[in-house]
């Protein structure tokens, strides 16, 4: 049987920047828990009954979709209750429930910083698998240095999502990851970065890192609100070219 490993991550801050609407925010978050390793392909593998062709590399290829719903079959595996429900594609976060999930876009980035303030925790050629390295793939889970939480590959290696939705008034349903792959320059691979994709989209250098910890709230936890993002969906006037159209 696979070990999920996690580090423990005490109670903190961390500012997030919204650079369209020029907007700055300081979220205060409790306790949890974090995968010291991507998602691998032998821990998918086992979960999932599927086959690892690289055991040790991180698994991609893995929808936002299909991240939750391993986080689910995770909490299963180790009887946990689950932290989502599904209604079709629209899924829930039950913020009170002690299963593994995804970590909220400021858990993720308070994690990766691990008390750094600059772009990197450590020098980026020996913490992150990057393009410099010139390699073709992602690599071994654990190759280069952990930052100061004792996390491996939270910058470089394969992007990682997270639950949060990327920018509901531009992107509609796309969600958040971070922390770059293995194929991207330098300047995207810091921990400040945001990218995203569709629930159903899949990418060779995206993965997944799972959470844990249940909060005494509903709707609403560690930097995520369902209020927010409603309002933040909210636009006025003409779509500007290159937004994704609302459904």
């Avoid at 828990?33 to 999932?48: D, K, N, R």
């Avoid at 690599?139 to 240095?145: A, I, N, P, T, W």
Wanted: net charge negative; aromatic share 10%; charged share 25%.
């Amino acid at each position: 049987m696979v070990d999920i490993e996690l580090a423990r991550i005490p109670a903190g801050g961390i500012e997030l920047r919204d650079a369209r609407r020029k907007v700055r925010r300081t979220v205060e978050l409790e306790p949890f828990e974090i995968g010291v390793f991507a998602v691998t392909q032998e821990l998918l593998g086992e979960i999932l009954g599927i086959t690892a062709s690289h055991p040790r590399r991180p698994a991609v290829d893995v929808s936002w979709l299909r991240a939750v719903h391993f986080c689910n079959a995770a909490s299963e595996w180790e009887g946990l209750d689950h932290a989502y429900s599904f209604d079709g594609e629209d899924v829930t976060w039950h913020v009170d429930s002690d299963g593994y999930r995804l970590p909220t876009e400021a858990e993720w980035e308070f994690a990766c910083r691990a008390g750094s303030t600059g772009p990197h925790y450590g020098p980026l050629a020996e913490v992150a698998w990057t393009a410099g390295d010139g390699v073709s793939a992602p690599q071994d889970v654990g190759g280069k240095l952990p930052n100061l939480n004792g996390q491996f590959d939270t910058l470089g290696n394969v992007w990682e999502w997270c639950w949060d939705f990327l920018d509901p008034a531009r992107y509609d349903d796309y969600r958040v990851f971070r922390g770059g792959g293995f194929a991207d320059d330098a300047w995207s691979v810091r921990a400040s970065v945001r990218r995203g994709g569709g629930p159903r989209m899949h990418h060779d250098d995206v993965g997944v890192r799972i959470a844990r910890g249940g909060f005494d709230a509903r709707d609403a936890a560690q930097g995520w609100s369902a209020k927010a993002d409603r309002e933040r969906a909210l636009f006025d006037g003409p779509t500007p070219p290159g937004w994704t159209p609302q459904r």
